[in-house]
């Protein structure tokens, strides 16, 4: 939660100036996926810390970190679409969730308003994104912004500011978060496992976050090749797989293939499963005729094979040895 991300120094220090003498309302702007929702709970956090470090970022072991930590800060509100809130689930109703921030979540706010802050003064509402209010909802923060309560700070994140009421951008400061230097994101996503930095960061609009999202997408789809081929071994096209597989990184082929070789080992040694749960049916079938020796020598042959994926020349020809000894292991 401390972290910032590696483009945000500048960003940082900007707001670190700021809250000297902090406004009334901040507006976020900036495009897409650049971090800047995590920048404004990041900068919420280190305002309501009790010891700051010299660079402004939260202690994480005071009692307002902690409460920060557990969503359960007095004098913090985080106000967003459920539709955020919930990650993309169903809500309990089995509604789908609204997209909207409604009047009722910005009157929610009256009582917190109204009261004064538990710890030191400060207090930190985001709203997030801000574009999600619909008018009613906008007029009703209008008011809280025209006469802020002492200590107060309101912070919108939007990268629609266009879609703000005029008078909601009146009130705010803006503060523009530029896009990410290409050096600091292309290392940031290769830290984060993305295997080519710089064509997600393109494919991507030059947004940092979604080039990670898109990443995993673009891994699962393979995952799940290779995943409905293994179940079916005595099925399995060997050199079509290899092919379809060989842009991807040997190293997750093999760590997928690993974790689908946990599960048979486990399966067959406790009946429990950890990667491939739902799978227990095919799996069970799958380990029946083997023997608990083959499965373990397998995981020994995988651990090697990881280890030679770092400097494979022809990762087609990787492949197809990885999944021809994967059949035998299997079919014995
Ligand atoms: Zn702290």
Known sequence: MKEIYPWQKNDWAR???????????????????IGKFDLAMNFALSLLCQQPDESGFACGKCSSCHWFEQDSHPDFRLLQSEL????????????????????????????????????????VVIIHPAEAMNTNAANALLK????????????????KPQ????????????FTLPAPDMESATQWLAGQGV??????????????????????????????????????????DVFALAEALQK?????????????CYDLSSMKLSGKLRYHIGEEATIKKLVE????????????????????????????????????????????
């Not at 169903?90 to 910005?106: A, F």
């Not at 009421?165 to 400061?173: D, E, M, Q, V």
């Open 84 to 123: 955020l809130s919930l990650d993309g689930e169903e809500s309990d109703s089995g509604k789908k969730p609204s997209k909207q921030i409604s009047v009722d979540q910005i009157r929610g706010l009256a009582d917190f308003i109204g009261m004064s802050a538990h710890q030191g003064g400060r207090r």
């Open 144 to 159: 809280n912004l025209e006469e802020p309560p002492q200590g107060l700070l309101f912070i919108l994140v939007s990268h």
């Open 289 to 332: 005729p083997l023997a608990p020796l083959s499965l373990a020598l397998l995981q020994k042959h995988l651990q090697m094979a990881k280890r030679e994926a770092q400097h494979t020349l022809n990762p087609k020809l990787f492949l197809e040895s990885l999944l021809f000894s994967y059949c035998q292991f299997v079919q014995k």
């Open 195 to 236: 295997k080519n930095p710089v064509e997600a960061l393109a494919a991507s609009g030059f947004s940092p976050l979604q080039a990670v999202q898109l990443d995993e997408k673009l891994g699962s789809e393979e995952r799940d090749k290779l995943l409905r081929a293994v179940r079916q071994p005595a099925a399995l």
């Open 15 to 33: 707001l670190q100036e700021l809250s000297k003498r902090p406004p009334h309302a901040l507006l976020f702007k900036g495009a897409k996926g």
């Open 248 to 260: 991807t990184e040997q190293a997750l082929v093999v760590q997928w293939l690993q974790q689908w």
């Open 163 to 174: 879609q703000l009421l005029p008078t909601i951008l009146s009130r705010c400061l803006s």
